[in-house]
């Protein structure tokens, strides 16, 4: 299998499941070439909808059409459903709790080109805070195949978050999903690195490097930061002694905020947080260098760890 980006990845699933449930509508934010929902409209014309750049009607629209059994995919920018589609999301999709789906595409910074106003570093934070919501953000093409069928058999609503960008795989084709639990890709008895998204391989990476300095990481993949499994990071924060957060997300309210709040009421455990430090990012050529200029590079991962581990 090829390692593709995360929108492509998505696109084509979403296409492939449209053959096996003729109830899935899908709705664009007249950026269907960007989130590649273009697939689905090549197939299934009739079952999709271009509000046009309207991220509140995109929603509105959505509502409509779940209200009506069917289930809507929204797809639009991630900075720009969150943030635009703020109060519609709230009061119409949380607050009546109806089944609508958002794929939010060009999360974190993987709109590196675009600058700030397009970058997704808060949605994290706003979606886990409305109540009802389930906010899961894959890992690999492998995890968003598996999750399409998922996320739509499911009732209520989902913030699902997708990069614009690859983001290496991490999983095999047997790999189980559950929402709600977190995924154990490697052992480790010295810390444990929670990770999300994109920075999923990039945090098995730094686990390696770790392994050369003689420091036994265990890497988690939690994909459904919302409910979050708080079984599993008891669990680990026991058995390991100190936990490494890791995210393309602002720090603050995003899987740091939501695993901080686990510990401190359950484990109090020593902990460090690896993601965007409370400020915007400048605009770049590519992804790589925001990541790494914003702390959120292979060695930035291996700093945190080394900080978490001499905490104990």
């Known amino acids: 299998m090829g390692n593709l980006a995360q929108r492509e990845a998505f696109g084509k699933a979403l296409a492939e499941y449209g053959q096996k449930n003729e109830r899935i509508i899908v709705l664009d934010a007249d950026t269907s ?83 700030p106003t397009h970058h997704s570093i808060m949605d994290i934070a706003i979606m886990r805070m409305m109540p009802g919501m389930t906010v899961i953000v894959p890992s690999d093409e492998i995890e968003i195949k598996k999750w399409v069928p998922i996320i739509a058999e499911y009732e209520g609503p989902v913030y699902f978050r997708l990069s614009r960008a690859e983001t290496g795989l991490v999983h095999n084709g047997d790999l189980k999903l559950e929402m709600g639990k977190g995924i154990t890709l490697q052992q480790g008895k010295d810390v444990t690195i929670i990770a999300i998204g994109s920075m ?48 393309e997300h602002s720090i603050l309210g995003g899987l740091g905020g939501a695993v901080a709040e686990v510990i401190s009421e359950e484990i109090p455990t020593p902990m460090v947080r690896v993601g965007i430090r409370d400020t915007f990012a400048r605009t770049a050529l590519d992804v790589e260098s925001l990541l790494h200029e914003y702390g959120m590079g292979v060695n930035d ?10 905490k104990k």
């Open 33 to 115: 070439s960007s989130t590649m929902s273009n697939h689905f409209a090549k197939r299934f014309p009739g079952r999709f909808i271009n509000v046009g750049i309207a991220e509140p009607c995109l929603v509105d629209v959505g509502v409509g059409l779940a209200l009506g059994g069917f289930i809507p995919f929204l797809n639009a920018f991630a900075a720009l459903i969150s943030l635009r589609a703020m109060e519609q999301i709230r009061t119409c999709v949380a607050y009546a709790h109806t089944n609508v789906k958002m794929a939010a595409s060009y999360a974190g910074l993987s709109d590196y080109k675009d600058g």
């Open 200 to 247: 999923v391989s990039r945090s098995l990476k730094a686990a390696e490097k770790l392994k050369a300095e003689g420091i036994s990481a265990r890497v988690v993949a939690m994909p459904t930061v919302k409910p979050i499994d708080r079984d599993l990071i008891i669990k680990l924060a026991s058995e390991t002694g100190a936990i490494v957060t890791v995210e």
């Open 301 to 310: 991962i291996v700093s945190a760890v080394n900080k978490a581990v001499i």
